[in-house]
């Protein structure tokens, strides 16, 4: 079936980067964009950015710039996530989630999500 | 792009109908047709409900609905049941290909 599964909790000091993958399976990983979506404990929805898994572009919410970097690996249909420099109000449940085709944010699968902690 | 506006609650009772409102502005809901509801109960992952403001994907019973009239959307569940019991969030594109969420709304079944 079309799914995603995602790495495991990671718990950070600040000022650390951590790097989530998303492993897309039963479906053409070329042909669908993926995007990052967070969510503080507590709180609601935030989309964090977008990458093509066609060509590997990307678009970056603009409070994340220069702290996010999204990448993709075709051979293993992997979508990677990478955040640096670190801060306590980053701690988050971290979804992927595949792009509806010919609509804009909308997604149709999601991953189980990931939690990072980010704690002296 | 500010969050789109939900009301932070709302209930009805088993069978009723309710409506959740997201409004927006002339540069997201309303500039767009491209607003989506998502569904997420407590631990879970959202799951997408609504897309394109009215378009339910596959597998979605169609007790829910959405539409929009100018800047503000709305889902409607129809035959409330206790498995409706959830949090909603609605996500409207926003233009430079960036897409902005809702604060979320509460649904209470009754």
């Known amino acids: 079936q079309v799914q995603l599964v995602q790495s495991g909790a990671e718990v950070k000091k600040p000022g650390a980067s951590v790097k989530v993958s998303c492993k897309a399976s039963g479906y053409t990983f070329t042909s669908y964009g993926i995007s990052w979506v967070r969510q503080a404990p507590g709180q609601g929805l935030e989309w964090m950015g977008w990458i093509s898994a066609y060509n590997g572009n990307t678009n970056y919410a603009q409070k994340l710039q220069g702290r996010v970097t999204m990448t993709t690996d075709t051979s293993t249909s992997t979508a990677y996530m990478e955040l640096r420099s670190l801060r306590s109000d980053d701690t988050a449940v971290y979804y992927c989630?595949?792009?509806?085709?010919?609509?804009?944010?909308?997604?149709?699968?999601w991953g189980q999500g990931t939690m990072v902690t980010v704690s002296s | 792009q500010s969050a789109l506006t939900q009301p932070r609650s709302v209930s009805g009772s088993p069978g009723q109908s309710v409506t959740i409102s997201c409004t927006g502005t002339?540069?997201?809901?309303?500039?767009?047709?491209?607003v989506s509801w998502y569904q997420q109960h407590p631990g879970k992952a959202p799951k997408l409900m609504i897309y394109?403001?009215?378009k339910r994907p596959s597998g979605v019973p169609d007790r829910f609905s959405g539409s929009k009239s100018g800047n503000t959307a709305s889902l409607t569940i129809s035959g409330l049941q206790a498995e409706d019991e959830a949090d909603y969030y609605c996500?409207?594109?926003?233009?430079?290909?960036?897409?902005?969420f809702g604060g979320g709304t509460k649904l209470t079944v009754l």
């Open positions: 996500c409207s594109y926003a233009g430079s290909y960036t897409p902005v």
């Open positions: 394109d403001v009215s």
């Open positions: 002339s540069s997201d809901v309303g500039g767009y047709n491209y």
């Open positions: 989630a595949r792009d509806v085709s010919s609509s804009w944010g909308a997604f149709d699968i």
